[in-house]
């Protein structure tokens, strides 16, 4: 009876811990100049690295000048990109309503590779 209890508290943990975390085994990663495709080598099960792009639009909502993970979140008109591509974590400018604020959202938290492709966790 514990023992399953048990088990079954660690499949929760497992299935918490798989979102996100793309950082791992994906390499390469750069915005493209569109401002919301982003684009990694990822290696799949096999081993194999394949090149895909995730439209973060898709991803992360601006909210008062901070990005968040979000469904459908459409980021994109409000931000621009600063150009610096850091690789995992990208920055934008923002706006908030009354100016604009920087924003650099760790992608890790909510972007996985799922056997070779980027899918968001949202
Ligand atoms: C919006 O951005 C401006 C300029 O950076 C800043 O002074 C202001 O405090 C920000 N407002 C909010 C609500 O974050």
Redesign the pocket.
């Known amino acids: 009876m514990q023992f399953s209890a048990l088990l079954a508290a660690a499949a929760t943990l497992l299935a918490t811990a798989s979102a996100g975390g793309f950082s791992k085994s994906c390499t390469s990663c750069r915005l493209g100049s569109s401002n919301t495709l982003y684009g990694c080598l990822c290696t799949n099960d096999a081993g194999k690295e394949i090149y895909n792009i995730v439209d973060l639009n898709k991803c992360m909502v601006n909210v ?2 901070q990005l968040i993970a979000r469904a459908n979140g459409d980021f994109g008109p409000s931000c621009t990109a600063d150009g610096q591509n850091d690789q995992y974590t990208p920055c934008w400018t923002c706006g ?6 920087q924003s650099c959202p760790t992608l890790d938290d909510f972007l996985s590779n799922q056997n070779g492709a980027l899918v968001c966790d949202v």
């Open positions: 008062n000048g908030n309503g009354s100016g604009t604020d």
